[in-house]
């Protein structure tokens, strides 16, 4: 058996996030303590105007958990994680937004459940979870009805992002279908580990607000974008 010294990768896809990055870091290096040299965190920036990837490795030059990975080529959310996912050393792995729109006291719950399941997910949509935005969260919770009975997943959020796998289950999972696109990439993340009989938990996640910087999602656009995925994805079962 693979004799594997990291137990906890934290994979930190980030884009624009100078002022929220290194408070994140310093919260999850904190909450995570307890694992001592067996947790990393990695810090996947595409290579951010606004300094982010210089201002990680000033604040935590002495800090060997901490890596940061740099993307010149191939930019974007999925590619990011992808990238990060594949460098990363953990029995388990788990990625999340780094505006605290995913609280960091939730790794702590997501670390010890992934011991009892393949994939981990963070939801708004059952008892527990939300978000601030009210108006949003409605939103986001009638869409995922559409997309539950649209692509059949039976999770009840299948935008949140926030997700632990373990590595054995990460290796079966065809990459070159999953990680592309932006938020798509996690509804055909969570349709392929259905798909493959994959022990799938979630836990209940409530969003934090972000304290600092801009969001990167347009959002007509980018619902659009995945309305047609979504689409794609049916017609393509339809077929099968
Ligand atoms: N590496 C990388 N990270 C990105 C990119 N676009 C967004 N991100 C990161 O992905 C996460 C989610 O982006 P947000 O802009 O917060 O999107 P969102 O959470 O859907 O939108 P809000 O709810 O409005 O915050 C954040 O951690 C971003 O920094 C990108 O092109 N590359
Ligand atoms: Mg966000």
């Known amino acids: 058996m ?8 934290i ?3 980030c884009y624009n996030e100078k002022d929220n990055i290194v408070p994140l870091v310093r919260d999850l290096l904190s909450q995570m303590d307890f694992l001592g040299g067996r947790l990393e965190i990695l810090v996947v920036d595409d290579n951010s105007p606004d300094g982010t ?3 990680v490795r000033h604040s935590f030059a002495d800090e060997g958990r901490v890596k940061t990975i740099v993307r010149t080529a191939n930019r974007g959310l999925a590619f990011s994680i992808r990238e990060g996912l594949e460098r990363a050393c953990g029995r388990i792995l788990l990625v999340m937004d780094t505006d605290f729109n995913h609280p960091p006291s939730t790794v702590p719950v997501l670390f010890h459940v992934a011991e009892y399941a393949d994939l981990v997910v963070g939801s708004r949509f059952i008892f527990g979870g939300g978000m601030p935005d009210r108006t949003r969260y409605y939103l986001s919770y009638l869409y995922n009805i559409f997309m539950r ?16 796998i373990r590595r054995e289950a990460l290796q079966r999972l065809p990459f070159e279908q999953i990680f592309w696109g932006y938020g798509d990439y996690f509804f055909r993340l969570l349709l392929l580990a259905q798909r493959m009989s994959m022990r799938v938990i979630q836990i209940p996640v409530m969003y ?3 304290p600092a910087g801009e969001a990167k999602t347009r959002f007509l656009s980018i619902f659009s974008g995945y309305t047609r995925e979504v689409l794609r994805l049916v017609w393509r079962r339809l077929q099968e």
């Open 2 to 9: 693979e004799l594997l010294l990291t137990d906890l990768s």
């Open 11 to 13: 994979v930190l896809p």
């Open 53 to 55: 990837a210089q201002t």
């Open 149 to 164: 009975l649209a692509l059949g997943t039976r999770i009840d959020d299948n935008l949140s992002g926030l997700f632990a």
């Open 208 to 210: 934090g607000l972000r």
